[in-house]
């Protein structure tokens, strides 16, 4: 192979990369990516606090024989909710303060 074969390679490869990079970006900036993944983060953690514990107090009324049912899930799934919401305020207020937010 010469050195000129070896060149246009490496230029079809740097082109190719470049059209890749320009595909995943789909238009939006860096910092858009990632507030967009910080907001799924936030709505993943809520609906999951909201989940685990309802599903802790449907344990308490099916499993304790405290006779509850159904106002242990109930009392949990406000308890996730709070929970929830609590957690979302939270890392909606550490993404407010970041100076590095430039959306």
């Not at 740097?14 to 990516?33: F, L, P, T, V, Y």
């Not at 910080?38 to 599903?55: D, N, S, T």
């Given at each position: 192979?010469?050195?000129?074969?070896?060149?246009?390679?490496?230029?079809?490869?740097?082109?190719?990369?470049?059209?890749?990079?320009?595909?995943?970006?789909?238009?939006?900036?860096?910092?858009?990516?990632?507030?967009?993944?910080?907001?799924?983060?936030?709505?993943?953690?809520?609906?999951?606090?909201?989940?685990?514990?309802?599903?802790?107090?449907?344990?308490?009324?099916?499993?304790?024989?405290?006779?509850?049912?159904?106002?242990g899930m109930i009392v949990c799934m406000?308890?996730?909710?709070?929970?929830?919401?609590?957690?979302?305020?939270?890392?909606?207020?550490?993404?407010?303060?970041?100076?590095?937010?430039?959306?």
């Amino acid at each position: 192979m010469t050195d000129s074969s070896k060149n246009n390679g490496g230029d079809s490869l740097d082109r190719r990369i470049a059209e890749a990079q320009a595909k995943h970006d789909r238009g939006i900036s860096r910092a858009e990516g990632a507030a967009e993944s910080r907001g799924w983060a936030v709505g993943i953690e809520f609906v999951g606090a909201v989940l685990v514990l309802g599903f802790a107090g449907w344990a308490l009324d099916n499993w304790s024989g405290a006779g509850t049912r159904p106002w242990g899930m109930i009392v949990c799934m406000v308890l996730g909710f709070a929970a929830g919401t609590r957690r979302a305020m939270q890392t909606s207020r550490q993404f407010d303060t970041d100076p590095g937010n430039d959306v």
